[in-house]
């Protein structure tokens, strides 16, 4: 079951919507305003923190450099 977020432009709210179409008619479900944007949720759907850092467990910029979060940028 395809389910794609759209964030509205209107009024910047962020819904899910299960298409099944391409050219599916959306509306915003808080403001009903029918430019929406589909947003790219390719690993972070079941994340709510909301932020765009990457949490791979990895410090310093570099995934896998030491293993341990801030285990090699501590100091
Ligand atoms: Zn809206």
């Given at each position: 079951m395809p389910i794609y977020?759209y ?9 899910e919507f299960i298409v099944l179409k391409q050219d599916e008619e959306i ?11 589909k ?37």
């Amino acid at each position: 079951m395809p389910i794609y977020e759209y964030k509205c432009g209107d009024c910047g709210t962020v819904s899910e919507f299960i298409v099944l179409k391409q050219d599916e008619e959306i509306t915003c479900p808080l403001c009903g305003g029918a430019k929406l944007t589909k947003l790219m949720s390719a690993h972070n759907t079941a994340s709510s923190s909301g932020s765009s850092m990457p949490d791979f467990g990895g410090c310093c910029g570099s995934p896998g450099s030491c293993g341990t979060p801030g285990g090699c940028c501590s100091g």
